[in-house]
């Protein structure tokens, strides 16, 4: 699990870096930067963006800052951030969020779980993990590694692998997750070959 996991990054991104990162302008020299930030629809892009990959309403959005900072951006959506900068198709789905047509992927927690704990294991060895004592531990702790969030959350959200309480919010999380695992393992596999 752990070697999955080590793919992933560690801190979250901040709004406004990601933001120039999707919309193409990162590179851009201050004075380029400034006129760009400043043109009139482009927080309104910037809402619409971050309300489709987390899936909320603009008010949410608007909650977190009233500038590009958007400072009161909860962390956890920081490191959905990171996430999705890692896996690099968010400017290739820019087209389709401006135009109101994109789904943010989602992930429930008991198959995220069973893709990272339970992947390439036999049958037995599977029933082993699972009725091992530890395992319910283990499945927190996993959550809580990569939403970034408390422990005493992630236990509210149900007694089973499904953690059937788990707001929808991290269901995105977990998607972006294992997209960004899912493209290292690729990535190394690819480095092999050559």
């Given amino acids: 699990m752990s070697y999955l996991l080590k793919h ?21 020299t201050p004075a380029e930067l400034l006129e760009e930030e400043t043109d009139s629809q482009y927080r309104k892009k910037c809402i619409t963006l971050l309300c489709a990959i987390f899936d909320i309403q603009r008010a949410t959005v608007r909650k977190w800052g009233s500038d590009l900072n958007f400072d009161g951006m909860p962390n956890y959506c920081k490191i959905s951030l990171a996430y999705i900068y890692t896996i690099g198709t968010m400017p290739r789905h820019l ?14 927690a008991q198959t995220f779980l069973e893709k990272i704990l339970l992947d390439g294991l036999t049958e037995q060895q599977i029933l082993q993990t699972v009725s091992h004592a530890n395992f319910r531990t283990t499945c927190i702790k996993t959550l809580t590694q990569v939403l970034h969030i408390g422990t005493k959350s992630v ?40």
């Fill in 155 to 194: 236990q509210d959200w149900g007694q089973d692998m499904s953690f059937c309480r788990m707001p929808q919010i991290h269901k995105h999380t977990l998607a972006y997750a294992l997209a960004a695992i899912s493209q290292a393992a690729s990535s190394r596999t690819l480095e092999k070959v050559a």
């Fill in 8 to 28: 992933l990054p560690t801190e979250g991104l901040e709004p406004r870096q990601f933001l120039r990162h999707c919309f193409g302008i990162a590179e851009l």
């Fill in 95 to 108: 087209r389709s969020i401006l135009k109101g047509e994109y789904n943010s992927p989602e992930v429930d």
